[in-house]
Nanobody, 113 residues
Framework: QVQLVESGGGLVQPWGSLRLSCVGQ?????MNWFRQAPDKEREWIAG?????????YAESVKGRFNISKDNDNNSAIYLQMNDLQPEDSGMYYC????????WGQGTQVTVSS
């Protein structure tokens, strides 16, 4: 299990931007971002490969969100979120290894005018 800590969430107006961070002993592990809105299931939204060269996105965020990795220190991943909409609100989680892997405690994102 890898200890992961997210930060960077907050309240933002529609069409605004936020940058989330996730720090931990990530090394060359593939990593993911998930989110969970109230009364909804947790959904995968972005993933990045071991060396940060391969990224994938859910259709709902493609073109607006960008996942990246700190390849210098292998200790952080980021999620740049642009053009945020109210439906992007929720708790955002950093993950390694899928459902039964390692999870952070989450950081809250609220998009509202």
């Amino acid at each position: 299990q890898v200890q992961l800590v997210e930060s960077g969430g907050g309240l933002v107006q529609p069409w605004g931007s936020l940058r989330l961070s996730c720090v931990g002993q990530i090394g060359t592990l593939a990593m993911n971002w998930f989110r969970q809105a109230p009364d909804k299931e947790r959904e995968w939204i972005a993933g990045i490969g071991s060396f940060g060269q391969i990224t994938n996105y859910a259709e709902s965020v493609k073109g607006r969100f960008n996942i990246s990795k700190d390849n210098d220190n292998n200790s952080a991943i980021y999620l740049q979120m642009n053009d945020l909409q109210p439906e992007d609100s929720g708790m955002y989680y950093c993950n390694q290894g899928g459902t039964y892997g390692s999870w952070g405690q989450g950081t809250q994102v609220t998009v509202s005018s």
